[in-house]
């Protein structure tokens, strides 16, 4: 089960009841214009600091889920920390870790509830105008259909992006540039001084760099992943939340800045005041565990339902108004003994709001319930409303088991049918036996997930096949829980990796990063045919690893992937296939970050090795000693420091922007030297003389023969070409000039990269 976090929909009455911070001027709402949006801070996962329009912290005890964030307020989240923000327009916000944001103005007309929930909502209710200022972080959103007359803005240093409907993320970093990867609708970007936006659909990318260079590339497919699964949480969190409510939040945004207008201030909230827990008839404070105090306990029965009802704020109102809400007649009906209403209030404010919100006597009967600790009530708020009806029509014991398993609830909602709900319904919802998952496969599975970060699996292949789990889909679930747990090889052993066939991880939905990367390598000729995957999400391999020795042994040239959907880390010296009988070519891929420790080697004696990754790739000092073929290919920059190639064959190294080389020899006579690179910038490097070399740059020779030399072509149009900085030669020969180069480099052809 996914980690249990507060939710706006378990803060209802406080839209109703807590006091509003000090509100700050917006600048953006038109001039007279009283009628303010509301921004409702729905979760928080701290570090999370709050600032107000002086850039003043605000005391964090009363920024709690369901107050409103006040114009102009900044929201600051540190490492692993994360801000849900529900605009009242129907747009929700996700405050990334590590981001500053500011929600500069927000403007909406008045709006009818007609009695729905965000949920229900397919467009926004009324006209808005959002301002939003992103300066550093990211933020990922979803917004409802904008009407044709509503404006939402996101501004940053880089420039701004103009809404109309969308689901996408957007970052920043001040000194780098703008990554913006759109999964639904367009976003029309305008980087800073353009008079132009540039438009961003659905599956594209778009990298602005501080300088205003932009460049359109795929949605980068771990940010679209991101995007889909933080979404669904939001929605998930909010759904519920009545559209009333929400109005009742509107109304007290544009009370604010109405009174704001006339120069007058809200109060501001006091410490430790929970949004309806007001005093109590003799003075005091209810106190922050809303337990009886020892009076009211020795009442009995109906004075322990009267202090419930006496900490209620709706009571409070009515005996300041005359009028009684709903919930405090729906209270009042429960008839609580004194120990069901303890456990009300060993509950969380939002758990207890949340449960006064269920219909008929559900609040009863859960509190009725002594196995249910508060967290295993604050679990079952977690749940989708959809899935927390079907567990609600379980008998007793079956719903308390099911809690207390912490079920995740793609399988509550697989395996909780009307069918099996009536099977396990025997008549009386007290003594039934918990029903059994009929799939125990899928079981299991769930059970795994729930041990790593990537329980959003399951519920993912349901959406995927339909709400039916088939084994071949519980096989692609399977096979995703391995390839995304973290491993380290050692001499000692795998950690728990284990070979998957290629075909098995290479049509997986979780892994195509990695995918994506081997067909560049199919592409490139690299690899071909099937192979055995070791893969995984992060793999560290120690110096001198033993682990997958076992599966070299008599491979007879087979294809090996040792692969990780994020980073992988070699340690020291790792060797494999130093047998005849174990010649295998080894493929190592990360759709991250490869680290390789300074100074190590890789080694065959009867294997090849294929280095790949997506991030940019920096050998230092490391040797690279096999049998026939030795090969680098970098999706982004190759950096090589003092490397060693040995090869009898080919040594191939592409890269799709920059090499840069300082240092490396071939400590053997390879055949053949293949380097394809939009730029390449030589310095310390000695070819054989005997060695084929092909040097191809995007845009090839200087004058249809030579590269570049050191300076002799301005540093802006070094770009693109072959460029010999420092001591270039080739058999020990400098050949740093067109007379050398004509002398000593022969064996060297400069030429172009391939068109695509």
Known sequence: MRKAINSVLTFVPLLLGVAILSPSSSGFAQEGKNDAGAVILAERTDPVVFRDTDNQKVDASKMIPGVLLPEGYWVETGSKGSVLLLLSNGTVVTVSEDSKMQVKAFDQEPFETAGRSIGDLKEEPSSSSVLVNLEVGSLVVQTKKLNKKSNFEISSPVGTAGIRGTEFKMGIDPKAGIQLDVTESVVAFTPLGATRPLAVGAGQGLSVERNGFSSYRPVNPLVAREINTVNAGARRSVDSMPISYVKRSVGKASDTRRARQNGRQEAVPREGDRGGE???????????????????????????????????????????????GKQTRRLAKQGLTIEETERFYALSYPDRVNLLLEPGFTPKRILAIAELLPADINLFYQYSPEARSRILALPDEAFTSLLKQAVLEGLVLETLTKQSIAASQTGTDQGAPAPQ????????????????????????????????????????????????????????????????????????????????????????????????????????????????????????????????????????????????????????????????????????????????????????????????????????????????????????????????????????????????????????????????VRLNSLKGPVDGRYPNFGTAIPSASQVGRVNFLKNVSSGGNQIMTRQAFDQYGRNITIGKTPRP
């Open 278 to 324: 007001p005093e109590n008839q003799s003075g005091s404070k209810s106190g922050k565990s809303g337990k009886l105090d020892s009076q009211s306990s020795d009442r009995g029965k109906t004075s322990a339902s009267g202090q419930m009802l006496e900490n209620n704020f709706n009571l409070t109102q009515a005996r300041k108004t005359g009028k009684a």
């Open 437 to 692: 998952v009929d799939d125990s496969r899928a079981l299991s599975l769930g059970e795994s997930l729930k041990d790593t970060t990537s329980s959003h699996v399951l519920e993912e292949l349901l959406a995927l096949s339909g709400g039916v789990l088939t084994d071949d889909v519980l096989r692609q679930g399977e096979v995703a829980e391995r390839l995304l747990r973290d491993y380290h090889l050692s001499s000692s052993g795998s950690g728990g990796l284990a070979p998957l066939e290629s075909a098995e991880v290479l049509s997986n939905p979780f892994y195509q990063e990695i995918s994506s990367l081997y067909g560049e390598l199919e592409t490139g000729l690299l690899v071909a045919g099937t192979a055995t995957f070791f893969g995984g999400k992060n793999l560290i391999v120690e110096s001198n690893s033993l682990a997958l020795d076992p599966y070299f042994a008599g491979a007879q040239g087979r294809t090996f992937v040792l692969s990780s959907g994020e980073n992988l880390t070699f340690e020291g010296g790792f060797s494999w296939a130093n047998k005849p009988a174990d010649s295998a070519r080894l493929v190592v891929m990360s759709a991250g970050e490869m680290k390789f420790a300074n100074g190590m080697t890789l080694k065959s004696a009867t294997g090849d090795l294929v280095l790949s990754s997506r991030s940019d790739m920096n050998l230092d000092g490391v040797v690279m000693e096999v049998s026939r073929e030795a090969a680098i290919r970098g999706m982004r920059d190759v950096s090589l420091i003092n490397t060693r190639i040995g090869a009898d064959t080919m040594a191939t190294i592409k890269a799709t922007r920059n090499l840069n080389v300082d240092g490396l020899s071939f400590s053997r006579g390879v055949s053949s030297i293949l380097m394809e690179v939009t730029t390449i910038r030589l310095s310390n490097v000695n070819f054989p003389a005997a060695s084929a």
